[in-house]
């Protein structure tokens, strides 16, 4: 797979997951008591989630980078996605004006 397709699918893939993983945390950590755990634990979701699609399309990071480069690169490629996923979904919900 060329490294532009890679970038392209992990960018995809990271959104796709950002615009849903604040969502479904608050869905699983809605209650009293875990309310406070919904950010950190989207973020570490994410974080999780941007080192493993780094690390299965090299693309994502630098050329010639190591395995914990990679990870390293891909935990901060998700909690950019996490930022703009959450974004996005506010938008999607409340629409251009309503932001």
């Not at 996490?82 to 938008?91: C, P, S, T």
């Amino acid at each position: 797979m060329s490294p532009a397709a890679q970038r392209v699918i992990g960018i995809v893939v990271l959104l796709a997951t950002g615009i849903y993983s604040l969502p479904l945390s608050a869905a699983v950590l809605d209650g009293e008591g875990t309310e406070n755990w919904i950010v950190p634990a989207q973020l570490l979701a994410m974080a999780a989630t941007g080192a493993a699609v780094t690390l299965a399309l090299p693309a994502m990071a630098r050329a010639g980078a190591s395995a914990a480069r990679r990870a390293t690169t891909g935990a901060w490629w998700g909690l950019l996605a996490a930022f703009g996923g959450v974004l996005l979904f506010f938008v999607a919900i409340n629409g251009v004006s309503g932001a």
